[in-house]
């Protein structure tokens, strides 16, 4: 299982970004995805998650400004973040489920500065 995450960066607040995940070794289709975050000094949160099935959940701090949404043929997940705020600062990573296993991609770095 591989999932390696980008498209994150330096923005101010009230700025927007977009993050992907791209997944190999797995039968994506079938997954549940998963974006959590980091900040400093902080242990790992949930962000979103969206299952095979296309539902999604949000933690109550980014709803109505985030949104994750998968690409099955291109293999990504995607999360959409708006309307951002110093507080999402954080590196944000992908997870997957597979045979009862956690994976993780590698993180990338969201900073929300002026």
């Known amino acids: 299982v591989q999932l390696q995450a980008s498209g994150g960066g330096l923005v101010q607040p009230g700025g927007s970004l977009r993050l992907s995940c791209a997944a190999a070794?797995?039968?994506?289709?079938?997954?549940?995805m998963g974006w959590y975050r980091q900040a400093p000094g902080k242990q790992r949160e949930f962000v979103a998650a969206?299952?095979?099935?296309?539902?999604?959940n949000y933690t109550d701090s980014v709803k109505g400004r985030f949104t994750i949404s998968r690409d099955n043929v291109r293999r990504t997940v995607n999360l959409q973040m708006n309307s951002l705020k110093p507080e999402d600062t954080a590196v944000y990573f992908c997870?997957?489920?597979?045979?009862?296993?956690?994976?993780w991609g590698r993180g990338t770095l969201v900073t929300v500065s002026s």
């Open positions: 969206i299952t095979s099935g296309h539902s999604t």
């Open positions: 070794g797995f039968n994506f289709r079938l997954n549940t």
């Open positions: 997870k997957t489920v597979f045979r009862d296993r956690d994976f």
